[in-house]
């Protein structure tokens, strides 16, 4: 027969346990209702309604053109220079910063580094950065919705920081950013073996409970329902 002191004691562990479980860099749990937003690795939003899968799938078919289920380096490099024809509005083959300030301002105003959502993404305490990772003390900008922790993908391929960033420089940083996320020298790139970026661990899991708000706190909570509501980027 089980004593009920040593029945308490089981069932005083079990939360404990189930939290043990969690890792160490896992985010708040997002809203009920947030959309699903991915950032390729160039800079590219991809968006989804709350509900849907999370759009890095969609990126991924879009860029894999021989439908064989892997992006290769060629192939990433072609579907950057898509994405910067895209953005480059006069085709000159140079973004200037007119142009980017376009990019951030209008094709992906969720980079904001300052953004209140993407504080949702970051776990409590820090951890030392991985292998080419940066450390910012959790995500920021773009980095709360992509596989690499680069705040502003399109501005950070200025290799020789003039600001204005040419169709060689986005090629190279595509490069090199395709070598970061093959990290184990395969050449080639599948959506399984890649992670899951901030952002979509905060809405499908493994995440932390929300705080319950307080004070200001729950002004603020519902003035970002209001916003995600009316789809504007939060300040």
């Known amino acids: 027969m089980i004593r009920p002191a040593f029945l308490l004691c089981i069932l005083a562990a079990a939360p404990a346990t189930a939290r043990d479980r969690l ?3 896992a985010p708040y749990c997002a809203r009920p209702g947030t959309p699903p937003i991915f950032i390729a690795p160039m800079g ?43 953005l480059d509005r006069d085709h000159d083959g140079r973004l200037t910063p007119e142009e980017i300030t376009a990019y951030e ?25 991985r292998n080419g990772e940066s450390d910012y003390g959790g995500p920021m900008g ?8 680069i705040p502003e993908p399109v501005a950070s391929a200025d290799a020789d920081i ?3 960033v040419t169709e060689r420089e986005f090629a190279g940083a595509a490069g090199r950013r395709f070598e970061t996320l093959d990290a184990a020298g395969n050449g080639v ?31 603020r909570e519902k003035e970002l329902r209001e916003e995600e509501r009316e789809g504007r980027p939060p300040r």
């Open 23 to 25: 890792p160490p860099d």
């Open 44 to 86: 590219e939003p991809f968006r989804a309604a709350p509900g849907q899968a999370y759009p890095s799938a969609a990126w991924f078919t879009a860029a894999d053109r021989n439908r064989d289920g892997r992006i290769d380096r060629a192939e990433f490099v072609a579907d950057a220079d898509r994405f910067f024809r895209l």
């Open 105 to 129: 301002a209008d094709v992906a105003p969720e980079i904001a580094l300052y953004a209140v959502r993407g504080r949702e993404m970051v776990a409590p305490g820090r951890r030392a950065p």
């Open 142 to 149: 773009a980095g709360g919705y992509s596989w690499l922790n």
């Open 162 to 164: 003039d600001r204005v």
């Open 189 to 219: 790139l599948t959506l399984k073996d890649l992670p899951s970026t901030p952002a979509q661990r905060a809405i499908e899991g493994p995440c932390r409970p929300r705080p319950k708000p307080r004070g200001t706190d729950r002004a």
